[in-house]
């Protein structure tokens, strides 16, 4: 740099000519961030007080200083007390990570890229199974496999913890379609890998969940946190795909504003295990990150690190797989943390509890809220899906019982036994996620002992959640003591001791036929060590607000009873903004995304939050819609009796009746209120008494994030309507202005009485019934306001949701919809206007892509079903060679129906 390329007023120009000397000084240094920690140099450069590099390297070195003492004190990983293993040998061909996944369950022979072809070969021939990673040193595992001369037996089973197929490369590797050719069976985690390969001469696929064993990762010692942390410990692998590498830097970016305790750990590759080598060069992280970056820990329990954050954070390789997502975020879930990660389909439509992150402002707010019973929560819910569902003893033992090695992996068999148990008691344990749980009383335990594997003592002082079998289940399999407890305060989960304070907080796995009563348990303690779980899962029957039971929800509430409650609530904490949930079935998407999203809006306690259940039957969702409606003033449920009505029409339809507040919106239970949206839709309405809604706008996530230009639409065509303040001036025929566009229902608040007023409901049963409600709304309008912020996001690749199960079913739902919209269109004299600018494109654009999904079999019905609601607007002349195109395909797949009938007669 040149001092004489920069001008400016006297003093300015001595700082930056400063500046220059000390910039070109430490370009310099052989250690340029120590330099950094002089006060000196950073006053000269401007950075800011607050700015992590003013610790520099010292601030990160103290962290690590008072993480080493804990790191050094936690207990060794333990196999589980359930979860023995399997007499088997295993051949690994990839990471050291991928090895340690099935270390202590099984025989297992790592095959280095160094090992000789005569050993390679040696070791495989001796395999049951083979096992392969992503990659030894660079090259893909399975080509290091398929070397010609060193397999000379070709592997019985091969097991592919890594191949996907994406839309970038859609075609799997080479080398394991040859590989898959040749052996007797192939098991994948990622169903991309599993339907592609099907088809695969002489070899049955099979897609199985990712493996975790607790030898790798576990919550063990995890309660001595010291204090809030969050960690980012990733391999690195080369250079980063850029979209990868820029939601690394947005969740590093969001930790950093939250002001919350970074520590970022980079490791080798191949080496998660937090204790290898750090490496000489990587990936290069952005230089505001680096102060962060922790020196090498080595020598240190397993995963340890992981066990000590609070939050860790977990980056997506791969966004299109409901299967397949990074193994990290496994990892971090056995370990205890709450995990914060970039998007992956997969990870949103089965885990839950994860954190997806939408940008740099939502991770900082999410942060920022978070309490002690959400960490503890969950941690809880983690540490339970990863070991009720991944179990690597349990993956290994599906595999091995595929190719007649063993038994197939079974459930364990549990009894709880009371002193007295009532009706309560009996329904909780018959609605746990585990399956239904019988109760008897002490004097029966001896006769059933030797026909289960768990005891259950439990009474009627506590209410157990759901979940509460499960979690003591969980820890049966992630440690080595055959007691387990609840933890009865903080700091005291996910250790052993000795004794229990409390008998109906245990579970004790094959007890002896001497300890067959409370006695004989509470003696059996005195031999076993004992290990202490959360807290989860169970409250106390006495201290603890009352809650209905599943039968008593299942039986629906009275409409009129709690509209009276639903106004004395908005009346008494004076709440301003109603927002409506629509729920059936969805209770953990409920809990971590929907209503943990509006509890980081800054007008949370303004709001009513209507948890608006459609019939809902499971009893986890039961369970956490009362929760939270006993945990929090301004939260109302409601309940239709059990029975789902088909999609969320319903209940939007009973919370828009039940509204008491003078603004209301929408949020779906798997869908994110973001970027505090409702909150300045909310101060922009109440700031304009004459306007009826104000729109905002909204991302939506399918394999990338997309933000849907409502805001720049809606200026483009009313913009000969605006006021100088900004208000639309809706004109006469605005729907067909818009060319009968939809827009979310979720992203804009609306004016509760005016919205009321118009007597308009979402079909009910129907699919697409927001859309419909939408465009009514917008017709009615009389002024509205637009804003560019974005209000939700919307998760369009759920699995198993109503819009995403493409069969013929998907089109009747639109049947009811598409006769409402109809009759409505002739009632306002629209009908002719929508059939000549949106009916066709509608069809070519949304319903044919549908229609091309489905199933060869079930084609004809879908589209004779499409049909029917096309039939619903009349005549129509199609122009559009897609559309005619679909006609011919219908009538032929019909003349091919009516050949198969006939010939089916004769």
């Not at 947005?250 to 080598?277: E, F, R, W």
């Not at 059933?448 to 820890?475: C, F, Q």
Request: net charge negative; hydrophobic share 40%; charged share 25%.
């Amino acid at each position: 740099m040149s001092a004489g390329r920069l001008a400016g007023p006297g003093a300015r120009q001595v700082g930056l000519d400063r500046g220059i000397e000390r910039i070109a000084a430490l370009q310099d240094s052989s250690d340029p961030l120590t330099d950094l920690r002089e006060a000196e140099v950073l006053d000269s450069l401007g950075v800011p007080a607050a700015s992590p590099f003013r610790a520099g390297r010292g601030g990160r070195d103290r962290l690590v200083e008072e993480l080493l003492p804990l790191l050094e004190a936690l207990p060794r990983l333990e196999t589980g007390a359930s979860r023995p293993g399997h007499d088997a040998v295993i051949a690994v061909v990839g990471a050291e990570d991928v090895a340690a996944t099935f270390d202590g369950l099984a025989e297992v022979l790592r095959l280095p890229e160094e090992a000789t072809t005569p050993e390679r070969a040696a070791a495989l021939e001796s395999a049951d199974l083979v096992v392969v990673g992503p990659q030894v040193a660079g090259r893909p595992a399975v080509e290091q496999l398929l070397d010609e001369a060193a397999v000379a037996e070709v592997p019985r089973a091969l097991v592919d913890l890594h191949s996907h197929a994406t839309r970038q490369a859609p075609e799997l590797p080479r080398a394991l379609r040859r590989l898959a050719g040749r052996c007797d069976h192939l098991f994948v985690v990622s169903e991309s890998a599993a339907e592609q390969l099907a088809g695969t001469a002489r070899t049955p696929v099979t897609e199985i969940p990712l493996p975790i064993s607790p030898l790798h990762r576990s919550p063990l010692g995890s309660a001595t946190s010291p204090g809030p942390l969050v960690t980012f410990s990733d391999p690195l692998t080369g250079v980063l795909d850029p979209a990868v590498a820029a939601d690394r830097d947005m969740l590093l970016d969001g930790v950093l504003a939250s002001g919350a305790p970074l520590l970022i750990q980079q490791l080798a590759a191949g080496d998660d295990s937090g204790h290898g080598p750090a490496p000489a060069a990587g990936p290069v992280l952005p230089v505001r990150h680096r102060p962060h970056l922790a020196p090498s820990l080595t020598g240190l329990p397993a995963g340890g690190l992981d066990r000590l954050a609070d939050v860790g954070i977990s980056v997506e390789p791969v966004t299109d797989s409901q299967a397949l997502f990074s193994p990290r975020t496994l990892q971090l879930m056995a370990s205890g943390s709450l995990v914060l990660s970039s998007y992956n389909q997969g990870v949103n439509s089965h885990l839950p509890q994860v954190h997806l992150a939408n940008s740099v402002e939502d991770v900082a707010a999410g942060l920022e809220q978070l309490t002690a019973e959400d960490l503890s929560r969950a941690s809880a819910d983690g540490v339970r899906r990863a070991f009720v569902e991944h179990h690597a003893a349990d993956v290994l033992g599906l595999i091995l019982h595929r190719l007649g090695l063993g038994e197939e992996p079974a459930a364990e068999r549990v009894l709880a036994v009371a002193e007295d148990a009532d009706e309560a008691l009996h329904e909780e344990l018959a609605a746990q996620t585990h399956g239904e749980v019988a109760v008897v009383g002490w004097d029966e335990l001896p006769a059933r002992l030797a026909d289960h594997d768990v005891v259950l003592p439990v009474s009627t002082r506590r209410h157990y959640a759901p979940t509460y079998v499960d979690e003591h289940l969980a820890a049966l399999r992630h440690q080595s003591a055959s007691t387990t407890t609840k933890a009865s305060g903080p700091g005291q989960a996910h250790q052993h001791r000795a004794g229990v304070d409390a008998l109906d907080l245990t579970a004790w796995l094959h007890p002896p036929q001497t300890a067959a009563s409370p006695e004989g348990l509470r003696a059996l303690t005195a031999e076993r060590r004992v290990h202490v779980g959360d807290a989860e899962g169970v409250r106390d029957r006495g201290t603890s607000s009352p809650r209905r039971g599943v039968r008593r929800l299942r039986a629906g509430d009275d409409v009129d009873a709690l509209r009276r409650e639903v106004a004395e609530t908005a009346a008494r904490h004076q709440l301003r903004l109603t927002v409506i949930v629509p729920v059936y079935d969805n209770g953990e998407h409920l809990r971590h995304k929907a209503f943990a999203s509006l509890r980081r809006s800054s007008v949370f306690s303004r709001m009513h939050v209507l948890l608006i259940s459609d019939g809902s039957t499971d009893p986890v969702t039961l369970d956490t819609v009362e929760e939270l409606a006993a945990g929090y003033e301004n939260v109302t449920a409601f309940h239709h009796a059990a029975g789902g009505s088909g999609s969320a029409s319903r209940p939007r339809n009973t919370g828009l009746e039940l509204a008491a507040t003078e603004f209301v919106t929408y949020l779906d239970p798997d869908n994110e209120a973001v970027e505090d949206g409702y909150a300045r839709l909310l101060n922009d309405l109440e700031g304009h008494d004459d306007v009826d809604f104000v729109l905002g706008t909204m991302t939506q996530w399918a394999r990338t994030r997309t933000l849907l230009p409502y805001v720049r639409v809606m200026e483009q065509i009313f913009a000969g309507h605006r006021r100088a303040d900004g208000t639309i001036e809706m004109p006469e025929r605005s729907l067909e202005m818009l060319d009968f566009r939809p827009m979310g229902i979720q992203t804009l608040v609306a004016r509760t009485a005016w919205l009321q007023s118009l007597g308009i409901s979402q079909p009910v049963g129907a699919v697409g019934q927001d859309s419909y409600f939408f465009q009514q709304m917008i017709h009615y309008a009389r002024r509205i306001r637009i804003m560019d912020v974005a209000a939700h996001t919307y998760y369009t690749a759920v699995s198993n949701s109503t819009v995403n199960t493409l069969n013929p079913g998907y089109f009747a739902k639109y049947l009811p919809l598409d006769r409402a919209r109809a009759d409505w269109l002739r009632e306002v004299g629209l009908l002719e206007a929508y059939k000549a600018r949106r009916l066709e494109s509608f069809l070519v654009s949304w319903h044919l892509p549908k229609l091309r999904r489905v199933a060869d079999e079930e084609w004809l019905q879908a589209a004779e079903n499409l049909t029917e609601l096309l039939a619903c607007y009349g005549e129509h002349h199609w122009r559009q060679r897609r559309a005619l195109d679909f006609f011919s395909d219908l009538r032929a797949a019909r003349r091919r129906s009516r050949r198969r009938s006939r010939r089916r007669r004769r």
